[in-house]
């Protein structure tokens, strides 16, 4: 595949540190919205779940 075009990138501007909740049994860890982000809209989240294991016919709710 060579259609991609190479192009300067700029570097890092922050690392963000998650907000991790407990959630009864999973954790969730919420990286935007964040202070060091904000030019975001209102209703964009980024968020990581888990590990999580489910028994079979069991999920999220």
Known sequence: MN???EAPAD???A???PIEKDLG???VRRYI???KQKKLG???FFDHMGPA???PG???D
């Open 3 to 5: 259609n991609l075009i």
């Open 25 to 27: 049994g999973f954790s």
């Open 33 to 35: 919205p964040h202070s």
């Open 15 to 17: 690392l963000i540190k």
């Open 11 to 13: 570097g890092i501007a």
């Open 42 to 44: 209102p209703f964009v």
């Open 53 to 55: 294991e489910f028994e």
């Open 58 to 60: 069991n999920g999220i």
